[in-house]
């Protein structure tokens, strides 16, 4: 399994930003796809999951309402879109691919991670 992420950037308080996730490697069915971020100094947490096959999605309190995850299975794509984006959100963020939709998201896999800076 393989799991390539982009899309991070610098982007404005307030602003948007959707990062995505190119998954491969095997078919994902009855698999859960996930976000997780790291900011300095901290520790990673958990963001998003949804369901490969049935698109069931779960957030952390934290989103507010503000991240959408979504996943194209034609495309083996996962998404994570950002509105409102504020300082505090700037981080490194990482998909995961867990093999259990049951339970907490326990990753099996990680991408490799992309930088989303959030200026002032």
């Known amino acids: 399994v393989q799991l390539q992420a982009s899309g991070g950037g610098l982007v404005q308080a307030g602003g948007s930003l959707r990062v995505s996730c190119a998954a491969s490697?095997?078919?994902?069915?009855?698999?859960?796809m996930g976000w997780f971020r790291q900011a300095p100094g901290k520790e990673r947490e958990f963001v998003a999951a949804?369901?490969?096959?049935?698109?069931?999605?779960s957030y952390a309190d934290f989103v507010k309402g503000r991240f959408t995850i979504s996943r194209d299975k034609d495309k083996k794509m996962v998404y994570l879109q950002i509105n409102s984006l504020k300082p505090e959100d700037t981080a490194v963020y990482y998909c995961a691919a867990d093999a259990s939709i049951r339970g907490v998201l326990t990753p099996d896999y990680w991408g490799q991670g992309t930088q989303v800076t959030v200026s002032s």
């Open positions: 490697g095997r078919t994902f069915s009855n698999w859960r």
């Open positions: 949804i369901t490969w096959t049935a698109g069931i999605t």
